[in-house]
């Protein structure tokens, strides 16, 4: 490495090579690899310290909340790279994302490396050749504002987490978190699903018809579709009239039911109709403004069915390869160059007409929108267009690029116009038509309406997509792309069909990961940077699975949610979070000290009668862990969240106990019925479905669903000696049933043989040990001592014979199981092993290789979907690592190097007094 260079730092290897390419030789540009320190585990803290200040949470409450920062183990390597190539350079650029986490990650930087040449912090929102060469020579400082602002991020996760989560262990479950962010989201998911679960659904009527004007027969293309409105004046109710119990909101409208509705649509058949309204109206349809980081993220969904972390690691994948703009942003805005680039791009490829005379300019609408960053858009001064990209695209990368240059293009494009046509038809029933509730009817009035386009305007390029409505068909009011005939008032018509039409209400739906993120949006919860992670989060921490798209809430997650608001109701309020979020953008802005505020939070303020998070969680006596994890399902049934996972309970058992099944996690919160309980307690009281008896032993045989899975089981004798001692208890024979089989057709000779596995194959002639062949936790395989072999289906246990297994033993062991296969996808070289990269299917799931560093795939890395530059990234981040240490070692480093760490400590208050004083 030549002297006198000058070192540029950035987070990522992928952003590294390309920023690489677009400067000079005198430039070296090398990547942190995300944060290189961050607070400890207080169990990790040297032994002198954990008696101290910070033994609690690694942070000083009592002294101006001074953070205690490490360098973590598996970052001390490349900081040594670092340092190494700081010590020939004489210049540093710091050129982390623009947003508080990279500021963050620029000042540990500053502070761990401690440079003695000039530093600059460089700054860019898109990775081209233009933009970061504009960057090195326009520098800025450090902006202490936006680390004091994560800083204080950090370390109120940090309070909240360790100071919460402990009373979840004791009063719910142990391993439980709780979390700023995370529990509030995870109490709208569970609020979501009690709508659900009280709601009750309403059936009402309506009738549907086909007119055409007289004389033009049934064949005429000039016939419409009309739905009932109106009888005699009062308008006919639609799903969204009714309440969520059923009931409907007002007395003034007209609740048709089957028969009600048939005698119209009879009396309709036999009527003199008539067009009794005609109106007409402009229509106008504007685009939708570029994407945020939410918006994206939502219209990935609908769109490409990607999840939010996906979307978020493709957009990361796209910007850093200077494809697009920087992704997590929740400002609309787009730059001059970009507005002139999209307007220019909608000019060439659809025609002057599809450019308005004037740019567009949109505002944002979220709470405390930060306009630092530009909307998401494509990279460049000019973009370029999928065709132009699909060369070096593929998959997720080229269809999100897609995306985003259609959303761009097209919010700088001319509205869409057209007319939207409203007819109403009247009909005159005939004597005698009455309905459900006896009201005698004269008169029917059916609507239609249709919106024709006459000029497509934006629309040509992008249409932004629609979340499936509650209410359905109630919501298509507008009829877009329906043409209705030309008519006029008076115009006589005739009946092509009328036809009674019965609905059902339907509950609110669940959140899918995009709706959620636009709820939390919209109530100013989180910001860009955190919504992908706070989404994986509680799904992770087990609060929430997925059923298809939507988002379920488990019954751990009730029961969390219960204590939470019984107890520390401001915790999970969202007016309160929304307030911490503005509150940490007032410090971002230098408006807000981030020490008081931090001690207000924690210490309370007894002259406002505000309690602090310390006082909230000192009284854990009143909480009652019994009725914070029982949810009442009706009819005194409950449901409780036990030790080993939820179960069903109602009173009134034969000897007085409490009857009890346990829940499956297959059974949804909303299906969870008084009748569906006791199906189950049924099923439970059953004690499974007897199959026969072994005739060897004489014992019955059942076939039972347990919580991990259907198995069969023997059901030993009940003896009324007591058990000599020291002698062991004897347990039945059990056997879970192989995936292929059904507990509900198993029979009693197959259950014999799951009973009596292992199933001795033969002996080894060479050596004379027993070869046995069983199903374990990575499925079926063969057993010699403690040489294993798989199988590769689990029929085989039964059907292998001694000379297939000697014939498989023969065979050089494979790591891992059965035979190697062959890669699941190959790439070209390594960059720095040199060496050919495939992707593997592994022991604990598919992993991207080049024979020297393994780096298993990411949550929402899919094998097909993987391109040669993420693999070549993976295996980059994983080097960077180091190798895996075990948590003991680690902490005796940590131990160890404690004079170390002190420094690093005593750098915190530097830096502070460095904020107050800008």
């Known amino acids: 490495m030549a002297a006198g260079h000058k070192l540029v730092i950035v987070e990522s290897p992928a952003k590294a090579k390309k920023i690489g390419e677009f400067l000079g030789k005198d430039f070296v540009v090398d990547a942190s690899v995300g944060h290189i320190r961050d607070l400890p585990n207080p169990s990790e803290?040297?032994?002198?310290?954990?008696?101290?200040?910070?033994?609690?949470?690694?942070?000083?409450?009592?002294?101006?909340?001074?953070?205690?920062?490490?360098?973590?183990?598996?970052?001390?390597?490349?900081?040594?790279?670092?340092?190494?190539?700081?010590?020939?350079?004489?210049?540093?650029?710091?050129?982390?994302?623009?947003?508080?986490?990279?500021?963050?990650?620029?000042?540990?930087?500053?502070e761990v490396l401690q440079p003695k040449v000039p530093v600059r912090r460089m700054v860019f929102h898109e990775i081209t050749k233009e933009a970061i060469q504009r960057a090195v020579h326009d520098t800025r400082e450090l902006d202490t504002d936006l680390v004091d602002a994560q800083e204080t991020?950090?370390?109120?996760?940090?309070?909240?987490?360790?100071?919460?989560?402990?009373?979840?262990?004791?009063?719910?479950?142990?391993?439980?978190?709780?979390?700023?962010?995370?529990?509030?989201?995870?109490?709208?998911?569970?609020?979501r699903e009690r709508e659900r679960m009280a709601f009750r659904s309403a059936s009402y009527w309506d009738v549907e018809g086909d007119f055409a004007q007289a004389?033009?027969?049934?064949?005429?293309?000039?016939?419409?579709?009309?739905?009932?409105?109106?009888?005699?004046?009062?308008?006919?109710?639609?799903?969204?009239?009714?309440?969520?119990?059923?009931?409907?909101?007002?007395?003034?409208?007209?609740?048709?039911?089957?028969?009600?509705?048939?005698?119209?649509?009879?009396?309709?058949?036999?009527?003199?109709?008539?067009?009794?309204?005609?109106?007409?109206k402009p229509y106008t349809r504007r685009p939708s403004a570029p994407f945020t980081t939410s918006t994206l993220q939502q219209e990935a969904s609908r769109k490409l069915r990607m999840n939010s972390q996906t979307t978020m690691r493709t957009a990361q994948r796209l910007y850093e390869n200077g494809y697009i703009t920087?992704?997590?942003?929740?400002?609309?805005?787009?730059?001059?160059?970009?507005?002139?680039?999209?307007?220019?791009?909608?000019?060439?490829?659809y025609g002057a007409e599809y450019v308005p005379d004037s740019p567009r300019t949109y505002g944002k609408k979220s709470k405390n929108a930060q306009e630092a960053h530009e909307a998401v858009r494509p990279a460049g001064d000019r973009f370029r267009t999928p065709a132009q990209v699909a060369g070096e695209l593929r998959g997720q990368e080229y269809a999100l690029y897609e995306l985003v240059w259609k959303r761009t293009v097209a919010s700088q494009m001319a509205d869409a116009k057209g007319s939207t046509a409203t007819v109403k038809v009247s009909a005159s029933l005939p004597?005698?038509?009455?309905?459900?509730?006896?009201?005698?009817?004269?008169?029917?009035?059916?609507?239609?309406?249709?919106?024709?386009?006459?000029?497509?305007?934006?629309?040509?390029?992008?249409?932004?997509?629609?979340?499936?409505?509650?209410?359905?068909?109630?919501?298509?009011?507008?009829?877009?792309?329906?043409?209705?005939?030309?008519?006029?008032?008076?115009?006589?018509?005739?009946?092509?069909?009328?036809?009674?039409?019965?609905?059902?209400?339907?509950?609110?739906?669940?959140?899918?990961?995009?709706?959620?993120?636009?709820?939390l949006e919209e109530k100013g919860i989180g910001r860009p940077s955190t919504y992908a992670a706070t989404v994986g989060t509680i799904q992770d921490r087990g609060y929430v699975r997925t059923k298809g798209s939507a988002l379920v809430p488990t019954w751990l997650a009730f029961a969390v949610t219960q204590l939470l608001e019984r107890h520390f109701p401001t915790l999970v309020d969202y007016d309160f979070t929304a307030s911490m979020e503005e509150d940490l953008d007032r410090i971002a802005s230098g408006d807000l000290q981030r020490v008081a505020w931090l001690r207000r939070f924690y210490f309370g303020d007894s002259a406002q009668s505000v309690e602090g998070l310390r006082d909230l969680v000192q009284d854990l006596g009143d909480i009652d862990a019994r009725a914070v994890s029982t949810i009442p399902i009706g009819d005194g049934v409950v449901v409780r969240v036990g030790r080993y996972g939820p179960y069903v309970e109602v009173e009134g058992g034969e000897d007085g106990e409490p009857r009890r099944a346990t829940v499956n996690d297959d059974v949804a919160p909303d299906e969870m019925t008084p009748e569906k309980a006791r199906e189950?307690?049924?099923?439970?009281?059953?004690?499974?479905?007897?199959?026969?008896?072994?005739?060897?032993?004489?014992?019955?045989?059942?076939?039972?669903?347990?919580?991990?899975?259907?198995?069969?089981?023997?059901?030993?004798?009940?003896?009324?000696?007591?058990?000599?001692?020291?002698?062991?208890?004897?347990?039945?024979?059990?056997?879970?049933?192989?995936?292929?089989?059904?507990?509900?057709?198993?029979?009693?000779?197959?259950?014999?043989?799951?009973?009596?596995?292992?199933?001795?194959?033969?002996?080894?002639?060479?050596?004379?040990?027993?070869?046995?062949?069983?199903?374990?936790?990575?499925?079926?395989?063969?057993?010699?001592?403690?040489?294993?072999?798989?199988?590769?289906?689990?029929?085989?246990?039964?059907?292998?014979?001694?000379?297939?297994?000697?014939?498989?033993?023969?065979?050089?062991?494979?790591?891992?199981?059965?035979?190697?296969?062959?890669?699941?996808?190959?790439?070209?070289?390594?960059?720095?092993?040199?060496?050919?990269?495939?992707?593997?299917?592994?022991?604990?799931?598919?992993?991207?290789?080049?024979?020297?560093?393994?780096?298993?795939?990411?949550?929402?890395?899919?094998?097909?979907?993987?391109?040669?530059?993420?693999?070549?990234?993976?295996?980059?981040?994983?080097?960077?690592?180091?190798?895996?240490?075990?948590?003991?070692?680690?902490?005796?480093?940590?131990?160890?190097?404690?004079?170390a760490k002190k420094t690093t400590a005593k750098k915190a208050p530097a830096r502070k007094t460095t904020a107050k004083q800008a």
């Open 45 to 110: 803290l040297p032994p002198e310290m954990k008696k101290g200040p910070f033994g609690k949470f690694a942070i000083d409450v009592d002294g101006g909340f001074e953070p205690y920062y490490v360098v973590d183990a598996d970052k001390k390597k490349k900081v040594s790279e670092l340092r190494r190539a700081l010590k020939d350079a004489d210049e540093l650029f710091l050129a982390t994302d623009e947003d508080r986490e990279g500021e963050a990650i620029a000042w540990h930087l500053l």
């Open 153 to 191: 991020r950090r370390v109120l996760d940090r309070l909240y987490g360790y100071e919460v989560s402990p009373v979840l262990w004791r009063k719910v479950k142990q391993g439980l978190s709780a979390g700023r962010v995370q529990s509030v989201a995870t109490r709208m998911v569970v609020e």
């Open 215 to 280: 004389g033009a027969g049934a064949s005429a293309s000039e016939s419409f579709t009309a739905r009932l409105s109106a009888l005699d004046g009062s308008r006919v109710a639609t799903g969204r009239d009714f309440a969520d119990d059923g009931t409907l909101r007002t007395a003034q409208t007209v609740h048709l039911d089957a028969s009600g509705a048939q005698a119209v649509a009879d009396g309709t058949r036999q009527a003199d109709v008539v067009v009794s309204e005609v109106n007409e």
């Open 326 to 349: 920087y992704m997590r942003t929740d400002s609309t805005t787009l730059s001059s160059s970009a507005v002139s680039a999209a307007r220019s791009q909608a000019r060439d490829m």
């Open 431 to 519: 004597e005698g038509v009455r309905g459900g509730n006896g009201t005698s009817y004269r008169t029917a009035e059916f609507s239609a309406s249709g919106t024709v386009i006459t000029f497509r305007g934006f629309l040509a390029a992008y249409e932004e997509g629609r979340d499936e409505s509650r209410f359905g068909s109630d919501d298509d009011a507008e009829g877009v792309g329906r043409r209705l005939p030309r008519l006029s008032t008076g115009v006589a018509l005739e009946t092509l069909r009328a036809e009674a039409r019965g609905h059902q209400t339907s509950p609110p739906a669940r959140y899918t990961e995009a709706t959620l993120v636009k709820a």
């Open 680 to 899: 189950l307690l049924e099923a439970a009281a059953d004690d499974g479905r007897v199959l026969g008896t072994d005739p060897g032993t004489g014992h019955e045989v059942v076939a039972r669903a347990g919580r991990y899975g259907p198995y069969v089981t023997e059901v030993l004798p009940e003896t009324d000696e007591p058990p000599k001692r020291g002698a062991k208890k004897v347990k039945p024979r059990t056997g879970s049933l192989f995936q292929g089989m059904d507990l509900a057709t198993i029979d009693l000779e197959t259950a014999l043989r799951l009973m009596s596995l292992p199933r001795v194959v033969g002996v080894d002639p060479a050596s004379g040990e027993e070869i046995t062949a069983q199903n374990g936790r990575y499925g079926p395989y063969l057993k010699k001592g403690t040489d294993s072999r798989s199988l590769e289906t689990e029929t085989q246990i039964f059907e292998v014979t001694l000379e297939q297994a000697l014939a498989i033993y023969a065979q050089p062991k494979q790591r891992g199981r059965a035979a190697a296969k062959p890669p699941l996808k190959e790439f070209g070289d390594d960059p720095v092993s040199g060496r050919k990269v495939v992707v593997k299917e592994g022991r604990f799931g598919p992993y991207v290789t080049d024979g020297e560093t393994n780096a298993t795939l990411r949550k929402g890395d899919e094998p097909e979907e993987l391109n040669e530059e993420r693999a070549f990234e993976l295996l980059a981040e994983k080097r960077a690592k180091g190798p895996t240490t075990r948590k003991r070692a680690a902490k005796k480093t940590t131990a160890k190097k404690t004079t």
